[in-house]
């Protein structure tokens, strides 16, 4: 069995989908019509709702559902020392759909400050959280370097790339030790990454661009097992690997075969979250490279991009193929994705989304 202390069979990814109120506030805001103090108010409001109703389906997990973010990782990424937001442009693109243009780029030394303003974001979720456990999500460090690669890091502040990736590490073991400190004993990195280097598509873009995408392979979880090292027992890491997730698109499509063994085999994670919810995602055979009793394979089997049901059989059904190369007791259940990696959110109501994450609680009761 796992010796993470959190494995919660019924599991929650993190972004909800912002309430009108809540997007009525951020747009009189921006519109100068409210102060931020009038904006946290509605924020904090909107959270403790937002926790109340995850308690109420019966999950002992909670987030904030990110609702003091824009981006799921832009917001805390710009936070940190040296790293400067920028108006880029053009957005990202995913399948059929840009994002607005903003990007980040790594102008002085990297750094994190304690007077970061998500460390006050999880102090309130704690404080609201009752007897759930509060989970914090913050982006990968890999996230800070994939996208805009060597081109996006000032050569003067790092000549060398080595340097860049020890203070990348540096940063967020500081990061992981003021959670903590702040009462978090529960955090979810996310990482898109990890997925663009099972696309085959991806995977020919990153060497046209000169790299080499298994050598990146092994320097992200090189920096992810120094960012991590030495943690405390009582602190549980997940890792998010997820495919994209913006207004119900996505960007890559792939099974994990390509960094199996490297992220399975190799990257000290306590869990995995997993999108399983679809073809893109391909076959469970990848999870052979699982430590045997030490990590938590969190399964998202239902997806977050629509609103339509699952076909309850059906998960079952898949939950049983992967338990054949994993064991059962190391499996857990949630969504593939959040609801709303950016304030956008996905094509669906949020009735919808609650249906969904009620499902997910109601199978892990029948699967457990």
């Known amino acids: 069995m796992c010796n993470c202390n959190h494995a919660f069979h019924a599991d929650v990814v993190g972004s909800l989908l912002r309430p009108a109120a809540l997007k009525t506030a951020r747009q009189q805001f921006q519109r100068g019509e409210i102060d931020a103090a009038r904006l946290r108010a509605v924020e904090d409001e909107q959270i ?102 060597r081109e996006a890091i000032d050569s003067r502040v790092y000549p060398d790339l080595q340097a860049y990736f020890d203070d990348l590490a540096q940063t967020y073991r500081d990061a992981i030790k003021a959670f903590y400190d702040a009462g978090c004993r529960y955090l979810q990195l996310d990482d898109t990454v990890w997925a663009y280097l099972c696309s085959d598509d991806q995977r020919r873009q ?58 399975f085999g190799q990257v000290n994670i306590d869990a995995f979250f997993l999108e399983y919810d679809n073809e893109r995602s391909g076959g469970f055979e990848p999870l052979r490279f699982i430590k045997p009793g030490k990590q938590q394979v969190v399964l998202g089997l239902i997806t977050t991009k629509n609103g339509e049901p ?59």
Not at 71 to 76: C, E, P, T, V
Not at 239 to 259: A, D, Q
Request: hydrophobic residues 40%; glycine residues 10%.
């Open 48 to 149: 403790r709702l937002a926790v109340t109703k995850q308690q109420d389906l019966g999950l002992a997990v909670v987030t904030d559902g990110e609702f003091r973010r824009a981006w799921w990782h832009f917001d805390f990424l710009e936070g940190l020392d040296g790293v400067e937001g920028y108006d880029a442009p053009q957005g990202i693109q995913f399948s059929g759909v840009q994002t607005k243009a903003r990007s980040i780029k790594v102008v002085g030394k990297l750094g994190f400050n304690p007077q970061h303003p998500m460390l006050a974001d999880f102090r309130f979720l704690k404080a609201v959280a009752g007897d759930a456990v509060p989970k914090m999500t913050i982006p990968s460090p890999s996230v800070l370097h994939f996208r805009g690669g």
């Open 206 to 263: 990153i060497r046209e661009r000169g790299e080499d995408p298994d050598a990146l392979a092994r320097i992200y979880a090189g920096v992810l097992n120094a960012a991590i090292a030495g943690k405390p027992e009582d602190l549980t890491i997940g890792l998010h690997v997820c495919r994209g997730n913006f207004r119900s698109t996505w960007i890559s499509e792939g099974g994990y075969e390509p960094v199996a063994e490297i992220l």
């Open 310 to 368: 699952e076909d309850i059989e059906q998960v079952k059904q898949r939950f049983e193929e992967a338990a054949q190369f994993v064991d059962r007791r190391q499996l857990c259940l949630s969504t593939q994705c959040g609801f709303a990696s950016t304030e956008e959110g996905n094509s669906l109501s949020e009735q919808q989304q609650w249906d969904k994450l009620q499902s997910v609680v109601t199978l892990a009761g029948q699967l457990w």
